[in-house]
């Protein structure tokens, strides 16, 4: 009876025939890899071979030779050791992806004189020119059938993305597969879901992280589709910028030329979806399109970090007054006397500053809340940014078409590489910067409809997100110095928060506040700094 030994557990030292499976998942028709085990293991039995059979198995497409399959390359090093009789295989085309992988093969197994042997097809004698040339002939066969069927399923795909179908693969979370009176595939909303996302979208855009969007679907009970696991931010972030909730399809046709931003040359360069080019799909989007276009705008631009799980005010925002680093949060004993008590602090990363949170938190909604309801607070926001928001969309689909005509020209060899190349970086930067204004007046329009006079109860109401907005943009810029005494001194002496046109709050309005003031320029100059008055008004 033969010996069955999975690839893992395989002896260091003898000798054994190796059993190689290789499953396609890209294809439809690809024979299992529990059928081509029990072929070859049947093909062994007939044969009378007694050695151990080592079972090699990888899951891979024969177009995706970027994949590397890791039973393979073990195969081939245990063959090189001389430790592998000869190799069993359904067909060639199940060892072989392409040539070069076929040259490998021969270089390996030719010093060794390992036998090939197919269940499937004629056996491969690598030791003889012939059967070397034989097995070159069936190779280069087999690589132009996959690159036709390629070319083929490419020609289908940008046919299909013209009409607006989509695409086989992964549903969306927010719909299902359907098919519609016409016959062609389509998208079908599941309700809940779709729900969900436009819940999503909303929190975003009010100030909410993609970590509390990925807390809260959790717990309404969503899995993602592909892996049936929790969602994380990353997955929220690439469900929130897929173009079908918005009703479109991306695609990126082969003529399209996408600079490869990895310095592996052995890693494809896979373009976000929200930037390849968009046609409209065949059926009913969850959000309208405009607004998903702010949505991507906001989570590729203005919040490239949301989604860190934030419990408190200040982290990441307030700065360290002696090196300029912002500071983190940490735990520290209370002291000598209670070590069992432990408290939240500020820290910063260099050792400059270590204090107790809780007052620097205290004092700094203090200051946010009478911001939010005093009557200087026009004064204190300034004016928001306004921006032609149309003219811009304009300017941005006249690039895209020339982008679409210089790459035309190029292949009409009207122009040649380095004008495309050059012509396209041009339009890309000027892309990029419309892009950035975009994000920018999102951000603004989201801002003014924020930033409304509220009372202490609602600022206590908001979530820790919206509140840490209030913060970046009521007092975008809060220094902290060490408290330099104990006991400490009043928090404003050493808390110096900034407004939006770079003023020290509280105002020095009178000769009380004025002392305060006073006293903050000495205890920033005792560390070799000073405190900025920008536009303050004289005292009555």
Request: hydrophobic share 35%; glycine share 6%; aromatic share 8%.
């Amino acid at each position: 009876m033969l010996t069955m030994i999975p690839r893992k557990q395989r002896p260091t030292s003898g000798n054994w025939t190796a059993l190689y499976l290789r499953l396609s998942k890209r294809s439809t028709v690809s024979v299992s890899i529990a059928a081509q085990h029990a072929d070859g293991l049947a093909y062994i039995e007939h044969q009378g071979w007694t050695e151990p059979v080592v079972v090699y198995a990888d899951e891979s497409s024969a177009s995706d030779t970027s994949k590397v399959r890791e039973d393979y390359e073990a195969l081939l090093a245990d063959a090189g050791a001389g430790r592998v009789v000869r190799i069993v295989c359904r067909d060639d085309d199940r060892l072989v992806r392409q040539p070069r992988e076929l040259e490998d093969l021969i270089d390996v197994l030719q010093p060794e004189a390992v036998p090939v042997y197919f269940t499937a097809g004629s056996d491969l004698d690598l030791t003889t020119s012939r059967g070397r040339e034989n097995a070159r002939i069936r190779g280069a066969i087999a690589r132009g059938e996959v690159e036709h069927k390629s070319g083929r399923q490419k020609a289908t795909n940008r046919f299909k993305v013209a009409n607006g179908i989509p695409l086989k693969g992964v549903r969306t979370f927010g719909y299902e597969f359907s098919t519609n009176a016409k016959g062609e595939q389509t998208f079908v909303q599941v309700p809940d879901e779709a729900n969900a996302i436009r819940w999503a979208a909303n929190h975003v855009m009010a100030g909410g992280t993609l970590a509390s969007v990925a807390r809260e679907w959790n717990n309404r009970g969503f899995v993602t589709p592909k892996t049936k696991t929790p969602y994380r931010f990353p997955t929220v972030k690439w469900t929130l910028t897929n173009p079908h909730i918005a009703g479109r399809l991306a695609y990126n046709p082969s003529t399209i030329l996408v600079k490869k931003k990895s310095n592996d040359k052995d890693k494809p360069n896979y373009q976000a979806r929200y930037k390849n080019e968009l046609t409209m799909g065949n059926w009913e989007p969850i959000i309208p399109f405009e607004d998903w276009q702010d949505l991507v705008n906001v989570l590729t631009r203005t919040r490239n970090k949301a989604g860190n799980h934030v419990r408190y005010l200040g982290p990441g925002i307030i700065e360290c007054g002696i090196c300029g680093d912002t500071l983190k949060t940490g735990v520290a004993n209370a002291g000598r006397n209670r070590p069992a008590d432990r408290r939240r602090t500020y820290k910063c990363l260099n050792r400059h500053i270590s204090l107790n949170a809780a007052p620097i938190d205290e004092y700094l909604t203090d200051l946010l809340v009478s911001l939010l309801t005093s009557e200087d607070f026009a004064d204190a926001i300034g004016p928001l940014k306004t921006i032609d928001r149309e003219a811009l969309d304009k300017e941005r689909k006249n690039l895209d078409e020339e982008l679409i005509q210089l790459t035309d020209s190029y292949n009409r060899r009207k122009i040649r590489l380095f004008q495309l190349e050059s012509g396209t970086e041009n339009i890309e930067k000027r892309i990029a910067e419309i892009e950035q204004m975009l994000a920018e007046s999102v951000e603004e329009t989201e801002r003014a409809a924020r930033l409304q006079p509220a009372s202490r109860e609602q600022f206590d109401d908001a979530s820790i997100e919206q509140k840490r907005l209030f913060l970046r943009d009521l007092l975008p810029k809060v220094v902290v110095f060490p408290a330099g005494s104990n006991p400490a001194p009043a928090t404003p002496i050493y808390i110096h928060a900034y407004d939006r046109r770079g003023r020290l709050r509280p105002l020095p309005i009178d000769d009380e506040a004025y002392e305060v003031t006073a006293k903050q320029f000495e205890h920033a100059a005792k560390y070799g700094r000073s405190i900025l008055m920008a536009d303050a008004p004289a005292a009555t």
